[in-house]
């Protein structure tokens, strides 16, 4: 949630609703992707602003906590806690991020990194 706006346009509120929404279905787990799509169900996405966002975020990961037995994840600082090390590219519009793909070369166990560019 750290690069959602503070004051997000419809359509950003939008693709973040339907981003976590897309997370739930398409999560590996089966049981956990149900109980995701449960928790979404119950506390839909916050997506007024970034800290409504950051703070909803927190809330359901401290949701699946609970049904894990973990202790609670303290969200009181949410936005103070998280750097999401995306700082601007200097050279321009575009941003370029190292990423780690779950593909692999056949004969080794490493990660291939792989050089993505955002749009716009």
């Keep these: 949630m750290a690069r959602f706006p503070d004051k997000?346009?419809?359509?950003e509120s939008v693709a973040l609703q339907s981003y976590m929404h897309l997370f739930a279905r398409l999560y590996p787990c089966g049981e956990c992707a149900n109980h995701f799509r449960e928790i979404l169900a119950k506390y839909p996405p916050q997506v007024t602003s970034r800290s409504t966002a950051a703070?909803?975020?927190?809330?359901?990961?401290?949701?699946?906590?609970?049904?894990?037995?973990?202790?609670?994840?303290?969200?009181?600082?949410?936005?103070?806690?998280y750097d999401c090390g995306c700082?601007?590219?200097?050279k321009g519009d575009t941003k370029t991020v190292r990423a780690q793909t779950p593909e692999k070369d056949k004969n080794s166990k490493d990660v291939l990194p792989v050089e993505l560019e955002s749009e716009g």
């Design 8 to 11: 997000p346009t419809p359509d």
């Design 55 to 81: 703070a909803w975020g927190c809330h359901v990961h401290n949701e699946v906590n609970k049904s894990l037995k973990k202790e609670p994840f303290d969200c009181s600082n949410i936005g103070d806690f």
């Design 87 to 90: 700082a601007e590219d200097e």
